[in-house]
């Protein structure tokens, strides 16, 4: 166990839906990094959030929106929803912005139909 | 931009034996951070090892170990005594040394799925 949680472990919606995929770092952990898995693209980074603050942005698409809260929760907002967004959403911390190592939940299954 | 290359999709090693997984990178930059990645079925991401570009020693945790090659932009990683819980893929990860503003993000590899037979 990582100490990550993401909930919810799996999620099936309609296209053009909305969504919210939550991550709770590990105790401590300031930073929380996004990243999306599918099988054309690979591991993909989204952003990085740091104490609340965005810190950086990979590939993240316009409908693809995220925050980090006062208690360091996070929340991945995924919005008008196409089939190609169907992918496995992981949640990763660290206890630094610049810390070399992240760990990771378990991941978020969503699949959009 | 920086990018990480596995150029064996699958790999098959005998329980018991030695087996090698390649991984190649491009960057410009000096200072950065190798790791080896594994995702069972289960899916969780987990850390398998890690290198400092820094250190001329090779990394090394139990059975698996890297060779890191700086100069070829190498980092393989070898496992050794594979058993039967070592199938999953693996997946090469760069990440820079997220310093004067640099993301701190980690780049992967495609990946190499290995199974291991009895």
């Known amino acids: 166990d990582s100490g990550v949680t993401q909930t919810p472990k799996h999620l099936i919606t309609a296209t053009g839906q909305r969504v919210t995929l939550r991550c709770s770092p590990r105790?401590?952990?300031?930073?929380v990094y996004w990243y999306q898995q599918s099988l054309d693209q690979g591991l993909q980074f989204l952003i990085q959030y740091y104490n609340g603050e965005e810190r950086a942005k990979g590939n993240i698409l316009e409908r693809f929106s995220a925050q980090q809260f006062p208690d360091l929760h996070s929340e991945l907002n995924l919005s008008s929803l196409e089939l190609g967004d169907s992918a496995l959403y992981f949640c990763?911390?660290?206890?630094?912005?610049?810390?070399?190592?992240?760990?990771f939940g378990q991941g978020t299954r969503l699949t959009v139909v | 931009a920086q990018t990480v290359t596995q150029s064996q999709p699958e790999m098959s090693v005998q329980e018991a034996e030695t087996v090698t997984l390649s991984c190649t990178y491009d960057t410009s930059e000096s200072d950065y951070y190798l790791f080896w990645y594994k995702q069972p079925p289960s899916r969780q991401m987990i850390l398998v090892i890690r290198q400092e570009a820094y250190k001329q020693q090779n990394a090394t945790e139990n059975r698996f170990s890297v060779n890191f090659q700086k100069a070829a932009k190498s980092f393989s990683l070898k496992i050794s005594d594979s058993q039967l819980g070592d199938a999953a893929m693996y997946f090469c990860a760069y990440r820079s040394p997220n310093y004067g503003g640099s993301q701190g993000n980690l780049i992967f590899g495609k990946g190499t799925k290995l199974s291991v037979k009895p």
């Open positions: 105790s401590g952990d300031l930073s």
């Open positions: 990763a911390s660290s206890p630094r912005s610049y810390n070399t190592e992240a760990f």
